[in-house]
């Protein structure tokens, strides 16, 4: 009888298995870490095997960007699901920020152009349920001021984020980081309330 272990990647776990090894080499070492080679090494598979599910290494940098929208979605309904409505848009600003400085190396791929959401349809899906996610706080009474609104806010709260990660930004620590980031949003918010309302 043998008492060795069964291979846990067997039933479909390898994918999946990949996906999570390649999130935690992009958060140790950038997108420049990341390849097939290292991720199969990091699951302890042979160096092939990760070529039954994706086919180069833009696949993989793919489906991990596509991982880190799935987590950035549910991030951005989590942080507003239990606020009154009128604070919810500045409460998910300061999520989508918090995401970016909490996971930069993951926020830069999802946004890089290593990887196309044009030709990735179920990349492009997961980011547009994370926009969508914002679009419906940005400006819900008003479908016709939605575009505009949601683009405002993705380039105010993606802008913001950037310039933070990038240390452009000259602050004294979290707590000013934090107050920055509650004053810029809170101005912000009072301005497309007053928009909304003329």
Request: proline share 5%; glycine share 6%.
């Given at each position: 009888m043998s008492t060795s272990q069964p291979n846990p990647y067997h039933h479909g776990d390898l994918r999946r298995a990949l996906i999570e090894a390649g999130l935690a080499l992009l958060a140790t070492g950038g997108a420049e870490s990341l390849g097939l080679r290292e991720v199969a090494r990091a699951v302890g598979?042979?160096?092939?095997?990760?070529?039954?599910?994706?086919?180069?290494?833009?696949?993989?940098?793919?489906?991990?960007?596509?991982?880190?929208?799935?987590?950035?979605?549910?991030?951005?309904?989590?942080?507003?699901?239990?606020?009154?409505?009128?604070?919810?848009?500045?409460?998910?600003?300061?999520?989508?920020?918090?995401?970016?400085?909490?996971?930069?190396?993951?926020f830069r791929l999802m946004f890089s152009p290593l990887v196309s959401k044009d030709a990735n349809p179920a990349l492009m899906e997961a980011a547009r349920a994370a926009y969508e996610s914002l679009a419906a706080l940005a400006a819900p009474q008003n479908p016709e001021a939605r575009r505009e609104a949601t683009v405002s806010t993705w380039a105010l709260v993606h802008g913001l984020s950037v310039l933070l990660l990038d240390d452009q930004i000259r602050i004294e620590g979290e707590a000013d980081r934090d107050m920055l980031v509650e004053a810029v949003l809170a101005r912000f918010v009072a301005g497309l309330r007053a928009m909304a309302a003329a």
């Open positions: 598979v042979s160096a092939s095997a990760p070529y039954r599910h994706f086919e180069n290494r833009q696949a993989l940098l793919a489906a991990v960007a596509r991982e880190g929208f799935i987590q950035f979605d549910a991030h951005l309904r989590a942080a507003g699901k239990d606020w009154p409505a009128d604070q919810q848009l500045e409460v998910m600003g300061r999520a989508y920020i918090g995401f970016a400085l909490d996971h930069p190396q993951l």
